[in-house]
């Protein structure tokens, strides 16, 4: 069975980089897609990005040039930054497995969330 | 990008009853939607995909309809594990981007 599980800092100081990890068990992540999706106090959410089989990646434009995702084949986990972090970038933060084709994708497995705090 | 408006926002219904939420997209997603239900401290669980098809291990009183940027998730006969929210996510366009969501509780 496909499991992700997030892992890194619960809380991260503003100005700073939040940095977690995804760690995928029973699928090798050079066979698929893999996101990081977020979400607020208030319940909106967030795709934040993707990183291919292949390694390359597709991020959401909100976040400009702040994020950046990357992975580990060896230890088939993916990782996400986040640069420059605000109060407004408080969240819990899930790593996902898109599913379906030609850039159109849902998500059929999820990790359990990561609450991340920035706060002083 | 696209905008999901979800409603309603909250919903108490009794068990056995039928519950309906909607999803309407700011413009056509072309029937690629999807729904989502979350628990408390649980992560999202996929229900449908493609706007009308049941994921994997999904019990047959959830099911979804529509097209073009009106879609719903029904609930038949509701029981006391289907408590929880739901949300939808579109898929047509770039970014994806998903509704508000809908807290479902008991009556």
């Known amino acids: 069975e496909v499991q992700l599980q997030e892992s890194g800092p619960g809380l991260v100081k503003p100005s700073q980089s939040l940095s977690l990890t995804c760690s995928v068990t029973g699928y090798s992540i050079t066979s698929n897609y893999w996101g990081w999706i977020r979400k607020f106090p208030g319940n909106k959410m967030e795709w934040m990005g993707y990183i291919s089989y292949s390694g390359s990646t597709s991020y959401n434009p909100s976040l400009k040039s702040r994020i950046s995702i990357t992975r580990d084949t060896s230890k088939n986990q993916f990782f996400l930054q986040l640069n420059s972090v605000t109060t407004e970038d408080t969240a819990t933060y899930y790593c996902a497995r898109p599913r379906g084709y030609y850039g159109r994708y849902y998500f059929d497995y999820w990790g359990q969330g990561v609450m991340v705090t920035v706060s002083s | 990008d696209i905008q999901m408006t979800q409603s309603p926002a909250s919903l108490s219904a009794s068990l056995g009853e039928t519950v309906t939420i909607e999803c309407r997209a700011s413009?056509?997603?072309?029937?690629?939607l999807a729904w989502y239900q979350q628990k408390p401290g649980n992560s999202p669980q996929l229900l449908i995909y493609d706007a009308n098809s049941l994921a994997d291990g999904v019990p047959s009183r959830f099911s979804g309809s529509g097209s073009g940027t009106q879609y719903s998730l029904k609930i038949n006969s509701l029981q006391s594990e289907d408590v929880a929210s739901y949300f939808c996510q579109q898929y047509n366009n770039y970014p994806p981007t998903f509704g508000a969501g809908t807290k479902l509780e008991l009556k």
């Open positions: 413009e056509d997603i072309y029937s690629n």
